[in-house]
């Protein structure tokens, strides 16, 4: 399991550069208006959208977990407690196919608990450009995605 931090960024190439320096790790995969670092060190999915006129930069949070079957337990804790805002299964974004699980807390920061299943899909399963996270959450008016 590691934390999940995604940016909307300026500048995907100035960003990249400085987040590689950062980290000292290379982006594990860069599309265009798109990069994310998975470092082991510490355990962090850092993903960049690239969104000049994001009102915020911080585009959203999530946990991402690696073992089958932690996105349904995740889904059925935060439905026991009332705070489930949406489920994507099987779902493309951002490059990846993943189950995904949605919490919206109460200023209106978006969370997402999710399992990538093809790290690879086939370009048409993309939404354009890869920009579905980025579409949904860059101008978020409660500030965050």
């Not at 060190?41 to 959203?60: D, I, Q």
């Not at 994507?88 to 699980?101: E, I």
Request: hydrophobic fraction near 40%; glycine fraction near 8%.
């Amino acid at each position: 399991m590691r934390l999940q931090l995604a940016l909307n960024v300026r500048d995907i190439d100035e960003a990249v550069a400085y987040y590689t320096k950062l980290f000292g790790a290379a982006p594990h995969k860069r599309r265009a208006g798109y990069a994310n670092f998975a470092i082991d060190a510490p355990p962090l999915k850092l993903v960049l959208f690239e969104s000049p006129g994001a009102r915020e930069r911080l585009n959203h949070l999530g946990v991402e977990v690696m073992e089958p079957g932690e996105v349904e337990n995740t889904l059925q804790r935060l439905t026991a407690a009332g705070i489930v805002d949406e489920v994507q299964c099987d779902t493309t974004c951002c490059h990846a196919t993943q189950d995904k699980v949605w919490s919206r807390e109460p200023d209106g920061l978006r969370w997402e608990w999710y399992r990538i299943t093809d790290d690879d899909p086939a370009p048409e399963r993309n939404a354009p450009d890869g920009a579905c996270c980025a579409d949904l959450h860059a101008g978020d008016a409660a500030g965050a995605g």
